[in-house]
């Protein structure tokens, strides 16, 4: 699928599949490519998008774009708005370590559960715990006011420095005059 990056989609370009037919849903889609390059550290956050206002978001996912390194732990998704900072999925995170360029990584659970990795090493199934429901499980974020707000990508790693590529994509309804999200 060809999909316009940043603030382009959030304009409201129309994304299209590879026959130039448009892709029909709700909401704006927003995307952020993020190099990883901690270097034996704990914790590193990696800002991917700014929240002006209150948005609804509808899904949140990362696409591997070049092999992470070897050593790649606890990931997960937050929200920092400076001071203060709330899990999107659990702190304790996910190994992401050695995942291939292909897989994906997704929030599809409550805050209380780890993000979900994907890999590409073997054909995939994945879906909802509970029928009739979406796949991603959507969630509400607001900015602090006259603070900026972060949806953060954390990760600890005992590379020296490591490595990868992740396509990270936010589909989301803003909720209220000004409300969206931005790349950083």
Do not use: C, H
């Given at each position: 699928m060809i999909v316009p990056s940043g603030d382009l989609v959030a304009q409201g370009a129309v994304l299209r599949d590879d026959n130039d037919t448009p892709v029909q849903?709700?909401?704006?889609?927003?995307?952020?490519?993020?190099?990883?390059?901690?270097?034996?550290?704990?914790?590193?956050?990696v800002p991917i998008f700014t929240v002006t206002g209150a948005v609804q978001i509808l899904a949140i996912w990362g696409n591997i774009t070049t092999t992470l390194g070897a050593n790649n732990?606890?990931?997960?998704?937050?929200?920092?708005?400076?001071?203060?900072?709330?899990?999107?999925t659990v702190n304790t995170g996910t190994t992401?370590?050695?995942?291939?360029?292909?897989?994906?990584?997704?929030?599809k659970d409550l805050a209380s559960a780890a993000l979900a990795l994907l890999s590409n090493s073997q054909e995939r199934v994945s879906e909802p715990t509970t029928l009739e429901t979406?796949?991603?499980?959507?969630?509400v974020v607001v900015a602090k006011t006259a603070a900026t707000t972060n949806i953060e990508f954390?990760?600890?790693?005992?590379?020296?420095?490591?490595?990868?590529?992740?396509?990270?994509y936010c589909q989301y309804i803003p909720l209220g005059q000004g409300a969206k999200l931005q790349t950083l």
């Open positions: 849903g709700t909401g704006l889609t927003i995307s952020n490519s993020k190099t990883l390059t901690a270097s034996n550290a704990s914790g590193t956050a732990t606890a990931a997960y998704w937050r929200l920092n708005d400076g001071s203060n900072q709330s899990n999107i992401l370590s050695g995942a291939a360029a292909g897989s994906i990584i997704v929030k979406s796949y991603f499980s959507p969630f954390v990760y600890s790693t005992t590379d020296t420095p490591t490595s990868g590529v992740i396509n990270f």
